[in-house]
């Protein structure tokens, strides 16, 4: 089942299109991953999704819901959580208070908001600052407070807007290790971000937006977008000999040199491996190391987004 | 509209102002000055040495201009109170959170419209319970009869005071979604009490019969038609959409 659908989804302020046409869907538990520079619309998206910013025009679905209609918005705010890209906590108010007046906006009763106030301080390790006021706490804590206050309904669907930006690698892995956690519990995620390693490291699936969206698809599969995989031999010394032997066999592939390093453009590099390192071999090379190698997120990131800008 | 869910946002809002000094501040010490200082005023008067009493003529002049002053306050307190709520959030970015929960935006105006509107609402009253209860001790013997509770201070207190909390509440919603600090916010906002100030000002120079039932209702028909006009524009300013994007 399709958790999150979008059709032809557009946003417009004034002549500016921040949002063009979007058109994806988000599986139920997966983690999905919206990638994007700085002004790429992924924020306007999330607030398209969560009923928090009309679209221009297209169609969007939560749950079944349409989130253009009064009711259904209700419905999807009520099975949605939100982490926004702006923490944006009651400050004077301690950690508890902070989570159980988002309990009691949910309609939970007053033993289910102690019961997941202490489950998710406790899992992001705050439930010993419950009492402390959220003004006082680290911006690692801070974030961390807001992804319990997000959670705090159980929600079916969590959006994520750049839940690590401006945390120290610490606080980030943990956030990162808690997203992770979550997708064990088959939530659907949807998560914004601009951090390629993060979006490789817990997402499903990864969306490409710059207004427009320019490619969806498996951390993998937009790996192989740009350039394809390739068979990477790293040898003791560096060898003409052996780069000459390996051209000489595999005639008209591109065959990349750098110092004791070689990579072989391979339709096949996971058969051709033991043929490539049996050259090298004959050829009087000694191997280091051989694998297979893909294109990186970033390149195919890079080209996609440059290509539109 | 659900009034649940309005209470939430309003009960949020109390249990911060409890946390800020100047709103206690302004909520309990303006109501408990004016209680104490203006009967104060009258019993010093009345027993200062050599000095001639205030008579019963004087004085049916000076209460019904006395209570006015719970009027000009009530279009001041809320200041205080709907700037930080709503200027306050839009400072810690606490809106956008706010808004993605199953709360419409009525709800959240309306719950925000009590958080600013009970705290001075009842501030006032109960400071206006202690103010007509020391002027009646005090001016009982120079009047003859308790001159408190009477319809003029009934009509006042009951529905002339909350009709200028409401458009203060309203005035300074519409203010906070134009300015980005506090401090703008509540001088903007304190502009509700220039024309409550002018009427009593009016009443001074006998240009506005002060302590008449009959002003006091034509204010309080003023009042509700300004506060209808308010609600309009409040509304149309309060919607998520004008709020993430074009609030400043």
Known sequence: ????????????????????????????????????????????????????????????????????????????RQMIGVVPDNVGLYEPLSAYKNLDIYGRLYGMTEAGRRQNIERYLGMLGLWEKRDVAAGAFS????????????????????????????LDPESSKTVRDFILDLKQEKRTIFLNTHNLDEAQRVCDRIAILNTKLMATGTPDELENMVGGKKVVVELAQASDAVVAALK?????????????????????????????????????????????????????????????? | MRFSQAWIVATKDFATFTKKRNIIYTVLIVPLVVSVALPGVVWYVQHRVNGADVGAAELTILLPAFVFFYLIIAGFIPTTIASYSLVGEK?????????????????????????????????????????????????????GYYYFPNWDAAALLYLAVPLAVVMSVEWNVFVSSRVSDVRIAQQLGAIMILPLAGL?????????????????????????????????????TFQRDQILTKWK
């Open chain 1, 139 to 166: 911006k690692g804590m801070k974030q961390k407070l807001a992804i319990a206050r997000a959670l705090i309904h159980d929600p079916k669907v969590l959006f994520m807007d750049e839940p690590t930006a401006n």
């Open chain 2, 200 to 236: 009593y000002v009016g009443g001074e120079i006998g240009l506005v019969p002060l302590g008449d039932l009959n002003t006091t209702l034509y204010i309080a028909a003023a009042l509700a038609i300004v506060d209808l006009l308010l609600l309009s524009v409040v509304r149309e």
């Open chain 1, 1 to 76: 089942m399709d958790m999150i659908e979008t059709a032809g989804l557009t946003k417009k302020f004034g002549d500016l299109t921040a949002v063009d046409g979007v058109s994806f869907k988000v599986a139920e538990g997966e983690v999905f991953g919206f990638l994007g520079p700085n002004g790429a619309g992924k924020t306007t998206t999330v607030r398209m999704l969560c009923c928090l910013l009309s679209k221009t025009s297209g169609e969007a679905h939560i749950g079944g819901y349409d989130v253009a209609k009064d009711h259904d918005s209700l419905e999807i």
């Open chain 1, 248 to 309: 000489k066999k595999f005639a008209g592939v591109a065959i990349v040199s750098d110092g004791a390093k070689l990579s072989v453009a391979s339709a096949d590099p996971d058969g051709q491996v033991p043929d490539i390192v049996d050259a090298v071999v004959r050829a009087g090379g000694r191997v280091r190391f051989a694998g297979v190698e893909g294109s990186s997120l970033e390149a195919t990131y890079l080209q996609l987004v440059r290509k539109e800008g």
């Open chain 2, 91 to 143: 400072i810690e970015k606490s809106m956008e959170p706010l808004l993605a929960t199953p709360t419409t935006d009525g709800e959240i105006l309306f719950g925000k419209g009590l958080a600013a509107f009970v705290p001075p609402m009842g501030a006032i009253l109960a400071s206006s319970v202690l103010f007509m209860a020391l002027m009646d001790t005090f001016t009982r013997g120079a009047l």
